[in-house]
């Protein structure tokens, strides 16, 4: 059984930049969140994807987007960086109907972005 | 506001001691209550969770945690500490009130000395 992954494993921008970073689900799961990590930090939640379709997001600007794909799979674009977007991003899935409360989330070993 | 808190941004014990690290929360409804492990430069590892039933949970690695509901918390325990469990620990929650709303506590350091 293949385990999340992410691609790229580290990338770096300059400001004002686009990024797309990428995650694979682990098989059989239908639900891909995202999360931004910063230095020191919890993860703080920017959204989920259950069957191509947002249904949940945290505090993040609209300038954070996300696609899931027919085969579950994730991208997470990031239009205009600003120096405060690096961090690690991390991707995680998990089955069941959209996130149900007590589904347990896998994670990938994330994708550390530095915004110069 | 609906959160999970970690009073506690390390937490020092000796190998072989009992360890325990702290998780309070603020859930209106059922609290679905999760742990989870980060070792440096890796993702974050499922420990263990608290649904429903039984309130006191076991988990990987020898690991348990206690749901205390009239407290509010749901601490991490070990009955022996290793010098391999030093990592940094979350405390989740999913605090879904008909739209995703993933909650992370702000991590505790556990550092394990010989």
């Known amino acids: 059984e293949t385990g999340v992954t992410q691609s790229p494993t580290h990338l770096i921008k300059t400001r004002g930049q686009q990024v797309t970073l990428r995650c694979s689900s682990q098989?059989?799961?239908?639900?891909v969140s995202w999360y931004q990590q910063a230095l020191g930090q919890g993860p703080q939640f920017i959204f989920q994807?259950?069957?191509?379709?947002?249904?949940g997001r945290g505090n993040f600007p609209p300038r954070f987007s996300g696609l899931q794909f027919p085969n579950y799979s994730s991208e997470l674009n990031v239009n205009a960086l600003e120096l405060d977007d690096s961090a690690l991003y991390l991707c995680a899935s998990s089955p069941g109907s959209g996130g149900g409360r007590g589904d347990t989330q896998y994670f990938g070993p994330g994708t550390r972005l530095t915004v110069l | 506001a609906q959160s999970v808190a970690q009073p506690e941004d390390q937490v020092n014990v000796a190998e072989g001691n009992p360890l325990t690290v702290k998780c309070t929360y603020s859930?209106?409804?059922?609290?679905?209550l999760f742990w989870y492990v980060q070792y440096p430069n890796r993702g974050l590892q499922f420990l263990l969770k608290?649904?429903?039933?039984?309130?006191l949970v076991k988990g990987s690695y020898g690991f348990e945690a206690e749901f205390n509901k009239s407290q509010t918390s749901f601490h991490l325990k070990k009955p022996s500490a290793l010098v391999s469990d030093s990592a940094l620990y979350f405390c989740?929650?999913?605090?879904?009130?008909?739209?995703?709303?993933?909650?992370f506590g702000t991590g505790t350091r556990l550092l394990v000395s010989p």
């Open positions: 994807y259950y069957r191509e379709e947002e249904n």
């Open positions: 989740f929650s999913n605090m879904n009130t008909g739209f995703q709303k993933l909650v």
């Open positions: 098989s059989g799961h239908n639900t």
């Open positions: 859930v209106s409804g059922n609290p679905y």
């Open positions: 608290y649904i429903t039933g039984d309130n």
